[in-house]
């Protein structure tokens, strides 16, 4: 697995307006020492619409921010290997079908409740469990492969599968897979997605404390906390003070005039302007680059030719380094170029061609041409409608309307319709469009199977494959490195043609630091980890 890649951005020239800002306006969040306040600024625009649950929500968010709250039963390295965290140490048997865990037995929730192999159980189980409606956190679970977990001993656990189950460590080492407390999960489950004070409950560094929705989330220090994935115990400072801000400017605003200590998701065209005393911390999410699906199940994408003219009519490269600033790479694959088993041959593969767009959709019988110049066939205009889901930064509304301006250049009409969450859902579960736009964090490249697979739940573009089906479980179910690469070779090389998925770029966690704070680290997927944070 590659190593972790931290871009430092080298700021602009500090403009006299902004150090004006600087000198005005600034003022600290709270003295330094162990009283101290941080206060990090977010988007979280969604997490009030039920995604304080990691292991309900698939928002990258909710992870981000309950990692706080929520430990894990081990801790994955840079390097991808995995240290032990609430589980001192484990075993894997040969067949990759069971994992039995050795727990601490010096850890507690925050309501004083033990953590132990009943817990562990009660998380899992709660997981898989239909009527908890699950979904990312189930699949990484291994959902169907699910078997059971065992409570061996009260600090022995064993997981089991129905087969193989390869990514289950790396699942096993994320949020979404914490852990909440059993006393809450018997009392108050059903109210774990709203969230709040003793409903999160967890035995992380930091206890859910108050929480005012769409406007902030109050953690303060965990004073037991002594079993960090590296030995940390409780942080040095009391107060994490989450401001939900979803604007990027007003982001951007609050770490340049001190109001804020960290901001989180800074856009590339706004991090560079930031001043002096800010540092602009870059990570390139693994998994899937930000993307467009393309639904071959309903109206035009059903054509194969129709789904490859569409991604050779766009000009990805021109857009992506325009909007985003060179920050952000184009992407080639629908893995990132950062996640185990990227195939770095299929870079160049599918480059912008209006010409072969153009010569694709004649031979898709799409010869004739409107009033508005878009082709037809059969006396309908060849249209697709693409549902997006709200929130919509700037800088992807601009690169839609490049996109959307691209193909009308080979008489292709594309029409957006940005929803409100319940809107969207109304579409996309019956898969009543065209094609919609995402992109989806993971380091185990079984994020595919999701994705791809005839069953997979988030599987947009409604690819029903049996080849590919056979692909993605034969993966799954492969513990040899590179066995596995070659599988997702083949899934990479599939797209390439097929076009399922039409990948854009690879986004970036960019987070924004201000010279109060020390220590910050990030895990793989760029979210900060406050272990090590002094202020001051």
Not at 277 to 286: A, N, Q
Request: with cysteine; net charge negative.
């Amino acid at each position: 697995m590659p190593a972790r890649s931290v871009r430092r951005l080298l700021p602009f020239a500090a403009l006299a307006a902004a150090a004006l800002l600087l000198s005005s306006c600034a003022t600290p969040a709270s003295d330094s020492g162990p009283d101290a306040e941080v206060v990090w600024s977010i988007e979280g625009a969604n997490l009030s619409a039920g995604h304080m649950d990691p292991q309900v929500s698939q928002l990258d968010v909710s992870g981000m921010v309950q990692r706080a709250v929520l430990d894990s039963l081990v801790f994955q390295e840079d390097d991808g290997s995995f240290s032990p965290w609430l589980a001192t140490s484990w075993e894997v048997s040969s067949d990759s079908t069971e994992y039995t865990f050795t727990l601490r037995d010096d850890v507690t929730f925050h309501d004083g409740e033990p953590f132990d192999a009943a817990a562990v159980k009660a998380n899992f189980d709660r997981i898989v469990d239909p009527d908890t409606k699950s979904a990312q956190a189930a699949s990484m679970l291994g959902a169907d492969f699910y078997k059971g977990t065992e409570v061996i001993d009260d600090h022995t656990v064993k997981v089991s599968f129905t087969q193989p189950y390869a990514p289950f460590l790396q699942a096993a080492s994320t949020p979404l897979l914490g852990f909440y407390s059993p006393a809450v999960l018997s009392t108050s489950a059903d109210k774990l997605k709203a969230g709040g004070p003793g409903i999160t409950v967890g035995t992380g560094p930091f206890e859910l404390t108050e929480y005012t929705p769409d406007q902030e989330i109050v953690y303060t220090r965990n004073d037991d906390y002594a079993w960090g994935p590296h030995g940390e115990k409780a942080p040095a400072f009391e107060t994490l003070r989450v401001e939900i801000q979803p604007e990027a400017s007003v982001r951007a605003g609050v770490i340049e005039s001190g109001e804020s200590d960290l901001a989180s998701n800074i856009p590339p065209n706004l991090a560079k302007g930031l001043g002096d005393g800010i540092t602009v911390d870059s990570i390139e999410y693994p998994g899937l680059p930000y993307s467009l699906y393309l639904n071959e199940k309903y109206g035009v994408f059903a054509d194969e030719k129709v789904r490859q003219a569409f991604a050779r009519g766009i000009d990805i490269d021109a857009a992506v380094d325009e909007i985003f600033f060179g920050q952000f790479p184009r992407a080639w694959s629908i893995l990132g170029s950062t996640t185990p088993g990227y195939d770095p041959a299929i870079e160049g593969t599918w480059a912008f061609d209006p010409d072969a767009a153009n010569a694709l959709l004649d031979e898709a019988g799409w010869t004739g041409r409107d009033d508005e110049g878009y082709r037809t066939k059969d006396g309908k205009r060849l249209s697709v409608r693409w549902i997006a889901y709200t929130p919509v930064p700037d800088d992807r509304t601009t690169l839609a309307n490049a996109i959307q301006a691209d193909l009308k250049g080979i008489g292709f009409e594309v029409v957006r319709e940005v929803l409100e969450p319940g809107a969207y859902n109304e579409q996309y579960g019956p898969k009543t469009f065209d094609l919609t736009d995402w992109g989806f964090s993971g380091v185990d490249p079984d994020l595919l199977r999701s994705h791809l697979h005839t069953d997979g739940f988030q599987n947009a573009s409604q690819v029903s494959d049996p080849e590919i089906d056979t692909l993605l479980d034969t993966a799954v179910a492969v513990s040899d490195q590179g066995e596995r690469d070659a599988l997702y070779t083949q899934l990479q090389e599939w797209n390439a043609t097929h076009t399922a998925i039409v990948p854009l770029y690879s986004p970036s966690a960019i987070t924004a630091v201000g010279e109060r704070i020390s220590g910050l680290d990030y895990d793989l997927y760029g979210r900060p980890l406050f272990y090590d944070v002094t202020v001051g």
